[in-house]
């Protein structure tokens, strides 16, 4: 029996429910003579993890099984900060805006600074983790691929 994991909470299903789908987002379930609608809002296969929304209730679920208790015993379940030195540019441009300051802690996927290149503006963003030891760039600074931008403890 798999074990479904809904607002993270346990549930066994009991019973059987029908599931009629519409397009590839929106569908219908059917649960003891009563009948749902609902929204597939993410999917995500590699987690096994889907947020729906049912009658203007969103849930979160999650699928575990066999594999999922052998992933979670093996430690493999654990996401893997990168520690992160330095941000370099990643390509010549102007620092528009910095989002960070000395001291601050970042995680992955935090907005560190805006760069304009080829009249575009790039929004760097995190990929690991660190505290913010010193930033070497200011606004409006011109800086070539490569330059070293931000360094962490």
């Not at 066994?12 to 003579?33: L, R």
């Not at 208790?69 to 030195?85: A, P």
């Amino acid at each position: 029996m798999h074990k479904w994991i809904i607002d993270r909470e346990e549930v066994f299903p009991s019973g059987k429910a029908n599931v009629f789908w519409h397009d590839e987002t929106f569908f219908d379930i059917e649960y003891e003579g009563r009948r749902f609608h609902a929204e597939l809002q993410k999917f995500d296969i590699e987690k096994a993890t889907l947020e729906i929304k049912v009658n203007h209730r969103v849930f979160s679920l999650k699928r575990e099984n066999a594999l999922s208790d052998l992933i979670k015993s093996m430690g493999l379940d654990k996401i893997k900060l990168k520690k992160l030195t330095t941000v370099e540019a990643p390509m010549p441009g102007r620092v528009i805006e910095l989002y960070i300051q000395v001291g601050d802690e970042i995680k992955p996927g935090d907005s560190l600074l805006s760069l304009e290149a080829m009249k575009m503006e790039n929004i760097l963003k995190s990929e690991g983790a660190g505290k913010v030891k010193k930033i070497e760039v200011k606004p409006d600074q011109v800086v070539d691929k490569g330059f070293v931008m931000i360094r962490f403890d």
